[in-house]
Structure formats: C-alpha cells, structure tokens
C-alpha cells in the first residue's frame, strides 16, 4: 500500500480480538436476542475451519469478517465521542489494510462508511469532522478516495454552516487536484461541490473565487460549460462588493456564450456607463428577475465602476466633480458621498476640496486592463521617470546652495502627482 500523510492506529489484541471488540460496539444498543443472533453469525464467520491457516493469515476470511461488521455499522453507534473515534479510525485501518485502494471493494465501503458519516451531520458534528479527518489523512495523498472522503467533509461542515473550521484554501484545493487519480470530469465536480458548499453557508463571495475555477476546469463549449459560465455571469453581478470583473470575461467558456443576453451586460459592467445599463434594461427588461438580480443594486455598481473610469483617466490630477455628477447622472451635491463610497471599496484614492469643488486622484482602479490602459500607464511612467530626473536634478541644485525646503517642496509634488515639477531653488 502506498504511504500515507498519518500512521493507521490500531487497537492492542489480535485482528480477531480487534473485530470482536467492533462487533461488540456496533451491536451495543441492540435488543439482547437479536445481539446474541448477530454475535453467533460472527463467530460462524470469524472461526476458522479445523486444519484451516490462522485469521491472521487468511486474507479472504478476515475481509469477510470486516464485511460483517461493515453490515452492521449503520449509524455512529451507542457511545461517547471517544468511542466513537476509535471505532471508526479501527474500521478504516482494517479497511486500507486488507484492501488496496484503487478497488472497487474498498471504494464500495468506503462509500457506505460516508453515508453513514453524513447522516444526520447535526449529530455530533465534531467527532464526524475528526472521524473523517481522520480518514482523509489516512488515505495516500494520491488516491481517488481523497474526492469522495473530502467531499463528505464538505457536506456535514455546510450543514451545520461551519465551513470555516475547515480553514479550506484555493492553494490547498489546486495542489489535491494535481495530486489525486482522478478524472477531468471528477476535478469538475469536486469545485462544484464546493461552490455549492459556499453558496449553502451563505458565503457567495467566497463561492465565485471558486466557481471560476470550476468554469475554467469545464469544456467551454459543452452545455454545462456554457451553464456553469451564465451562472458564474449571475453570481459576479449579484455581489455587490465584487468590481473586478476581467478574470470572468478572460475565460473561454464566458466568452463562448457571447449570444447569451447576460454576456452583453457583462460587457456594459466591463465597459460602459449608466446610459448603457439603462439602454440594456429596455431591451431585456424580464432577465433582472429571471437571474435574481437587483436594479438599484446593479445602478450602485455601475455607477462606482463608472467613478473609477474617471478616476484612472485623471491619475495625478482634480477630477471636478461636475463631471462625477454628469457621469454619474446625480445632482452635484452628491458628488462627495459617491466618493467616500468609491474610496471605501478600494477602488479609488484620492483627496476631496470642497473649496475647488474637485477629487485629487491618487490612485485609481481600470475595469480591464487592454491596450488603452498599457497606453496610459505607459504615459504615467514616462511622467514619472522625467519628474524623478527633476527631482534629481533640483536635489543636486539645492544641495549646491544648502536649500532643503526647496528639495522637501519637489518630493511632495511629485510623489503626488507622478509628474515632472520645476521649482526655483535660487
């Protein structure tokens, strides 16, 4: 057997022993007469024939013994959480040893061990989560039953809405996909799972980081593709603090479904302003409830990616807020809460004067980033290195003639402006 992330702990005794002790466990709680029904059809079972090799070295004999006990766990059993734990963690360590895990034996009663894992998640949750832990960790790091056993995990952790206690990672989920046997159409349905699993614990913005994963992992023409990449078009304008939208555009299967009316307002969301949006609702004025979405918080949305369009083509300079009304289609006296709001998403940084009535931008956020954004930022850089050598150039000037205010005075301006500066220093 391949090795393993933790060592299989086993009971002390014989394997018989070790199987007693199980059957016991699971036949705990029932009525005495059918207990002593089972026990007998176990020592028919676990007794070998005269003349027969020991238990300990009659591999079909003890999987049939384990087969029995197997038959009778149906439920975590009538004990404390520490018995519990142990009764599990002893079934899997028989289970990895007397199987190999690429079977299909073992996949079946690892499968029905799951099932009975699953049930009733609210019972003892905390135990289940160690129990199949346990089980994930036993397992190498390789093998297909990582899915199935992490996927259970995910399901009593969502039903009890406690996701977190799994501290999952997009980093841990990329390395398990790359590592275990499994199939393109099986790596799908695990980041479905856990979209779903997000979704259920209501945390959607945490379901579309994943979920672009899972579009991406499905063929882009395929139905399902094409399903995964209008829903996945749904979730990013249905979240209202989600802005950057370009990692959605950039897959194959969003773009596939060009012809699909949620893709054209992707594009107004990527591209465009309020009168776009509006122009949209006009002519597709059932999709909004359709796909659950929300005008007014659609119009918030478009109209903070549309503040900070303004602000990227005034990097370095007052952007008035006469023309932050005339775009934002708000009165003038809005113009400043619309700014707090656009800073508070991180979209923007700037300074507000209510004395100049403008926005000086610092820093400003591009929608996508295509050949007009490289062309803009390629003229900020040349602005930059030209204020830079004048800072340079006046740095010199003034430590010629002792003037630090004045070398004070360029570094402020250029820091703030990304431009080239002159100052007298005579």
């Keep these: 057997m391949a090795s393993a992330d933790s060592v299989s702990v086993f009971a002390e005794g014989t394997f018989e022993e070790q199987i007693q002790e199980l059957v016991d466990y699971a036949t705990r709680s029932s009525p005495e007469d059918e207990r002593a029904t089972v026990l007998r059809l176990f020592q028919d079972i676990a007794k070998p024939a005269e003349g027969a090799k020991s238990n300990e070295k009659d591999q079909e004999r003890r999987r049939n013994a384990l087969i029995f006990v197997l038959e009778q766990t149906t439920s975590l059993g009538d004990g404390s959480e520490q018995e519990i734990e142990g009764y599990f963690n002893l079934l899997f360590s028989h289970l990895l040893t007397l199987w190999p895990t690429n079977s299909s034996e073992i996949k079946h009663h690892i499968s029905s061990l799951l099932g009975v894992l699953t049930s009733t998640p609210s019972e003892h949750p905390s135990v289940r989560y160690r129990v199949i832990s346990n089980l994930f960790n036993a397992t190498p790091r390789t093998s297909a039953l990582r899915l199935p056993i992490y996927t259970a ?196 940084s700037g300074k507000l004067s209510q004395t100049t009535q403008s926005l000086h931008v610092y820093r400003s956020s591009a929608r996508t ?58």
């Design 153 to 348: 995990l995910l399901q009593v952790a969502a039903a009890n809405g406690e996701l977190e206690t799994l501290r999952l990672s997009r980093k841990d989920v990329e390395q398990w996909l790359q590592e275990w046997d499994i199939s393109r159409e099986e790596r799908s349905q695990f980041l479905k799972s856990i979209v779903d699993a997000f979704i259920q614990s209501g945390q959607p913005e945490t379901a579309y980081h994943y979920t672009l994963s899972y579009v991406s992992s499905l063929p882009s023409s395929s139905p399902e593709g094409q399903s995964a990449a209008i829903d996945a078009i749904a979730l990013a304008l249905r979240l209202p603090s989600l802005f950057d939208l370009d990692p959605l555009f950039k897959l194959d299967a969003v773009v596939s479904a060009k012809d699909h009316e949620l893709f054209s307002l992707l594009q107004v969301f990527l591209n465009s302003g309020l009168p776009e949006f509006h122009s949209w609702l006009e002519n597709h004025p059932a999709v909004l409830e359709k796909y659950e979405l929300d005008r007014a918080q659609l119009e918030r949305k478009i109209r903070l990616l549309s503040f900070a369009s303004l602000g990227f083509a005034h990097v370095g300079h007052d952007l008035p807020y006469s023309e932050v009304a005339s775009v934002l289609q708000i009165d003038l006296s809005q113009v400043e809460k619309w700014a707090i709001d656009v800073i508070r998403t991180g979209l923007l």
């Design 369 to 426: 980033f295509e050949r007009e954004q490289w062309e803009a930022l390629e003229k900020r850089l040349v602005a930059w290195k030209a204020g830079l050598a004048s800072v340079l150039e006046v740095v010199t000037s003034a430590q010629k003639r002792g003037n630090g205010s004045a070398v004070s005075e360029v570094v402020q301006q250029v820091t703030q402006t990304g431009e080239s500066v002159q100052v007298d220093v005579a």
